[in-house]
């Protein structure tokens, strides 16, 4: 397994960027909130194949989650350095939430004709926190690829239109969703399920392949 670098501060993070530029190398960007599993190395692994240089960012984005889900969500940095070096990656980024959001931040990212469309299912909040989130990494990062599941439909075309109207310099790269053996897509937040709703959840994707049968 080859040497993981680990990046946790904007300067060293720039320093890293100008260096890959320098040399003329690929990037390819893989965007997590940590808590990694199999499909993450999935997204890791086409990185890997594409680019030069894998990294992997990991960062819980407050502005992505209500507080309870915030708090809860898993935080697991060890094993996210294991499962991105196994896969392929060259650096994990993992940048600390006071210079990511530092004092007096305000900005955010509104895509108000797509949002229209999610107002119903109050979610604007949450789309709002994961293009700003996005659009900062990108701007650190400046890399050639990034790459996304296709677990979370809105959050992708949402991507794919910020990309286009601000002429960002990425190509978006989709990936299938990876799945557990009874169909759940495979997620971080899986572990915060309990037994009886873990049972439950695949019924989503059955009811969704009868849907498409139907239709
Ligand atoms: O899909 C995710 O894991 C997150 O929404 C993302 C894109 C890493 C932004 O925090």
Redesign the pocket.
């Known amino acids: 397994m080859a040497e993981i670098k680990i990046i946790t501060s904007l300067a060293e993070m720039r320093r890293t960027v100008a260096s890959i530029t320098a040399k003329r190398r690929s990037s390819g960007l893989v965007?997590?909130?940590g808590a990694l599993h199999t499909g993450h190395a999935s997204l890791i692994k086409k990185a890997r194949r594409e680019n030069d240089i894998v990294i992997v960012?990991a960062?819980v984005?407050r502005l992505?989650f209500r507080k309870k889900q915030f708090l809860e969500y898993p935080r697991t940095p060890e094993h996210d350095a294991e499962i991105a070096a196994k896969a392929g990656a060259d650096i994990l980024f993992t940048p600390r939430e006071e210079e990511i959001y530092p004092k007096g931040f305000s900005s955010s990212v509104i895509l108000p004709e797509l949002f229209r469309t999610l107002r119903h299912q109050k979610l604007e909040w949450h789309y709002r926190?994961?293009l700003t989130?996005?659009l900062k990494?990108f701007n650190l990062v400046q890399t050639d690829r990034a790459y996304?599941?296709m677990?979370?439909p809105h959050?992708l075309a949402l991507?794919e239109r910020m990309v286009e109207d601000f002429n960002i310099l990425v190509k978006i790269r989709r990936c299938p969703t990876i799945r557990e053996k009874d169909g759940l897509a495979r997620s971080?937040r899986n572990l915060l399920l309990t037994t009886e709703e873990r049972k439950t959840a695949p019924v989503i994707y059955r009811s969704l392949l009868s849907a498409r049968e139907i239709i």
């Open positions: 965007p997590t909130l960012s960062f984005n992505q926190g994961v989130i996005v990494l996304f599941g677990k979370d959050q991507i971080s």
